[in-house]
């Protein structure tokens, strides 16, 4: 076991404090090659993402993905960098500063944070500090809507990691999945709405289609329930929009290597229902609480191009939640759920001057 990581100094006279830490799947520091490299290297070297022996993928993953596939990432995240940074980074730590305060209207004490599972800033650096600012419970809250062993239990590997080094261990509570939220699907919903108020409401012709983050299809059969979640989530959404079977589609993105996936895959999807007659489709992405590299390259450039090559006459990308108000409140209405029992709760006065500047502070942050 590592030694134990230093402890900071004790005060007596410290009041305990709460947090809530976002946490994400992580991002590039810039879009260049070295970059790239380095987060992959993190990233693919996780075991939860890659089940394969050890020794075989250290091989494939050194001597040739490390080789060929930074520069190819490298470009596409060039085509959707923005002047502040990484869409993913900017959307998320957006969404932490406003989330304080949408709790702090609602009359909870709490600091907010953001952190990536891979790359910057990381998990046990946002911990560890925390927990020199005094906070002695923390709630983690990862942005998957829907759980898997990939992205979600390997968030809670990290926090199983840094605990084993920390001797004076804060209590946790830990948010599995939000896949049927009424928060989350309301926030969805409305997100269509808006889309087809702007767009006008689809005929016949038409498909909406949700598009989630695929996984091997080897982690269905050894019984993660992502793909369950995913196809719960899609039902839910549909049915607060009326919509019929026949007027959406789930299907899964971002395959990687020759094994097969979670189908019905996203890019074949679109070109089926193009050459099927399918004039338009809308392309949401539920499991993807804020834009990034796989919504803003993948469905909303490449997918375009796939379904209008195959002869589709309408493609529109819905964008994710990322610092909708509603989904905002959604998510301060998951987070208050889980700090249920803890001391943060103050007489709630939206009218007080410290909450109506907590408030302008984080909304001007988010500018």
Not at 157 to 177: F, H, I, T
Not at 245 to 267: D, I, M, N
Request: proline share 7%.
């Amino acid at each position: 076991m590592p030694p134990y990581l230093p402890e900071p100094a004790y005060r007596h006279d410290n009041s305990a404090g709460s947090a809530v830490l976002l946490i994400n799947l992580g991002t590039p520091a810039a879009p260049t090659a070295a970059a790239v490299r380095r987060y992959l290297k993190e990233f693919l070297s996780d075991p939860r993402v890659v089940e394969i022996p050890r020794a075989a993928w250290w091989l494939i993953l050194n001597g040739i993905i490390l080789n060929i596939r930074p520069r190819r990432s490298a470009e596409k995240y060039a085509a959707v960098w923005t002047a502040e940074g990484s869409p993913l980074r900017v959307h998320v730590e957006r969404q932490a500063k406003l989330l304080r305060g949408f709790l702090g209207q609602a009359g909870h004490r709490v600091l907010v944070d953001f952190a990536m599972r891979y790359g910057e800033p990381s998990i046990p650096a946002t911990l560890s500090r925390l927990k020199a600012e005094g906070c002695t419970r923390i709630l983690l809250l990862p942005l998957y809507p829907q759980y898997s062993a990939s992205t979600t239990a390997s968030t809670f590997d990290a926090l199983g990691a840094w605990l084993q080094r920390v001797r004076n261990q804060p209590e946790v509570r830990m948010v599995r999945s939000f896949a049927d939220h009424p928060g989350y699907i309301a926030a969805l919903a409305a997100s269509v709405r808006e889309h087809w108020f702007s767009h006008a409401r689809p005929d016949r012709s038409y498909r909406l289609v949700m598009s989630f983050h695929g996984l091997p299809r080897y982690t269905l059969d050894k019984g993660d329930p992502y793909h369950c979640e995913c196809h719960k989530t899609g039902r839910l959404l549909a049915e607060a929009l009326g919509l019929g079977q026949e007027q959406y589609q789930v299907c899964f993105q971002s395959r990687f290597g020759r094994a097969e996936w979670l189908q019905p895959y996203t890019a074949a999807t679109l070109q089926a229902l193009a050459t099927q007659g399918v004039q338009r489709v809308d392309v949401i992405c539920p499991g993807f609480p804020a834009d990034c590299l796989e919504t803003l390259e993948e469905i909303a450039i490449e997918g375009k191009r796939e379904f209008m090559r195959a002869g589709g006459r309408e493609f529109h990308y819905l964008s994710c939640l990322n610092e909708r108000d509603d989904w905002i409140h959604a998510l301060a209405d998951l987070a208050a759920s889980h700090l249920q029992g803890w001391p943060t709760r103050t007489s709630p006065d939206p009218a007080s001057r410290e909450l109506r500047a907590l408030r302008a502070r984080a909304l001007g942050a988010s500018s």
